[in-house]
């Protein structure tokens, strides 16, 4: 099962905060440490959404964490946000939620005819694979290969996304 991509520190942080979120209702989609700013994106699993007041919320529970533990050596900047109407795609679950959008994917390796990137409308999981039917045709990539896939932003997107017509998680 892929999940998000982490480095050594990031993953450390994930194990402090993941719990705590987890109990005010909150999943993590993700964590990203760079430029001394760590950015934590958050999302309702009822929903995909998460408001201002939530995040703040988030980000006073989370900084007190951090305080105590003092994982980040120096200073850094604490941002928690939403994942956003053209998220990134972190977990199995999401690529189920999200079919029938517009995705893009990034591979950490290419494949055998070389190419890394790949644009098309999101078909869901088949075991460990992604299923994405672009313009020459459908294919699957391996999950644990992915090194990005975000939505993108789309008419169609923003129409399922004010009408409430995005899935459920899967994920209870």
Same mark, same amino acid.
């Given at each position: 099962?892929?999940?998000? *991509?982490?480095?050594?520190?990031?993953?450390?942080?994930?194990? !402090?905060?993941?719990?705590?979120?987890?109990?005010?209702?909150?999943?993590?989609?993700?964590?990203? =440490?760079?430029?001394?700013? @760590?950015?934590? !994106?958050?999302?309702?699993? /009822?929903?995909?959404?998460?408001?201002?007041?939530? +995040?703040?919320?988030?980000?006073?529970?989370?900084?007190?964490? @951090?305080? /105590?533990?003092?994982?980040? *050596?120096?200073?850094?900047?604490?941002?928690?946000?939403?994942?956003?109407?053209?998220?990134?795609?972190?977990?199995?679950?999401?690529?189920?939620?999200? +079919?029938?959008?517009?995705?893009?994917?990034?591979?950490?390796?290419?494949?055998?005819?070389?190419?890394?990137?790949?644009?098309?409308? =999101?078909?869901? @999981?088949?075991?460990?694979?992604?299923?994405?039917?672009?313009?020459?045709?459908?294919?699957? =990539?391996? !999950?644990?290969?992915?090194?990005?896939?975000? !939505?993108?932003?789309?008419?169609? =997107?923003?129409?399922?996304?004010?009408?409430?017509?995005?899935?459920?998680?899967?994920?209870?």
């Amino acid at each position: 099962m892929i999940e998000m *991509k982490l480095s050594p520190i990031e993953q450390q942080i994930n194990d !402090l905060i993941r719990p705590s979120v987890q109990e005010m209702g909150y999943d993590i989609v993700q964590i990203g =440490l760079k430029n001394e700013v @760590l950015e934590i !994106l958050a999302e309702d699993p /009822e929903t995909g959404r998460i408001g201002i007041d939530e +995040c703040a919320a988030v980000s006073r529970t989370i900084a007190g964490i @951090l305080d /105590e533990k003092d994982p980040i *050596k120096g200073a850094y900047r604490l941002e928690v946000g939403s994942a956003g109407i053209d998220r990134p795609l972190t977990r199995p679950e999401d690529f189920e939620r999200y +079919c029938g959008f517009d995705t893009k994917i990034e591979l950490d390796s290419a494949q055998e005819n070389g190419q890394k990137r790949f644009r098309g409308v =999101l078909k869901g @999981l088949n075991a460990q694979k992604a299923v994405l039917e672009t313009d020459e045709g459908e294919t699957e =990539l391996d !999950l644990a290969n992915i090194a990005k896939a975000r !939505l993108v932003m789309s008419d169609a =997107l923003m129409k399922a996304s004010k009408n409430g017509d995005i899935p459920r998680s899967t994920k209870m």
